[in-house]
């Protein structure tokens, strides 16, 4: 769940600051008119330090696995907040919520780790009887 976690964080997080210092090109503007594609790609690739770094914390994984698992959750988390954001322009509203004020609601805090977590766990279906297994141990 750890691993699901940071992932998802770095992600978020990474992909904000990745925005803001390079900007460029918008990636989805209809969806999202503030996304580009430097946070984006910043987003996605900054996750693969933490699968290499999770493999050397665990010591019995390989940190090449580990770093494609990372990337691919950091895909789907790119996509969850994506999906998020259709939903939104959809609905015609700004924000899901304001539970967290200038943060979008609740469920814009959660949508990159919803699509992530069901992506860790087909993944971790690897090893049913382990599933941490299965999504860390490669």
Not at 5 to 11: C, G
Request: charged residues 10%; aromatic residues 10%; glycine residues 12%.
């Amino acid at each position: 769940v750890l691993f699901v976690l940071v992932v998802a964080w770095t992600t978020d997080t990474a992909s904000y600051i990745g925005g803001r210092a390079f900007g460029g090109p918008k990636f989805a503007p209809t969806i999202s008119p503030k996304k580009t594609w430097s946070g984006f790609a910043v987003g996605t690739a900054t996750p693969i330090l933490v699968g290499v770094g999770f493999a050397y914390y665990l010591g019995n994984t390989s940190p090449v696995a580990l770093a494609l698992v990372a990337f691919v959750l950091a895909l789907a988390c790119q996509m969850g907040d994506l999906l998020e954001s259709a939903l939104k322009r959809s609905l015609g509203i700004k924000d899901m919520g304001q539970l967290i004020p200038g943060h979008g609601g609740f469920f814009d805090r959660i949508d990159s780790l919803l699509l992530a977590a069901v992506v860790a766990s087909l993944i971790a279906t690897r090893d049913l009887v382990y599933p941490g297994v299965g999504l860390l141990i490669w």
